[in-house]
């Protein structure tokens, strides 16, 4: 077996490792309706954002 020929650098190694540490989305409960939405974004059950009705649902 070879070895390799030329050390990794820092910033190789960084890049590479760079993608260990996705998490989660960090979910909130809907103030309105109480379902799960994401943070800053229109309620995709309900259509309200920050106690206005901005979206159209159907259902």
């Known amino acids: 077996m070879q070895a390799p020929k030329r050390r ?3 910033s190789k190694r960084n890049k590479r490792r760079a993608h260990d540490a996705l998490s989660a989305p ?12 994401l943070p800053h974004r229109v309620c995709r059950h309900c ?10 649902v159907q259902e």
């Open 26 to 37: 960090n979910l909130i409960a809907c103030p309105t309706c109480g379902e799960p939405t």
């Open 8 to 10: 990794t650098s820092r």
């Open 47 to 56: 259509g309200n954002y920050r106690g206005r009705s901005l979206a159209q």
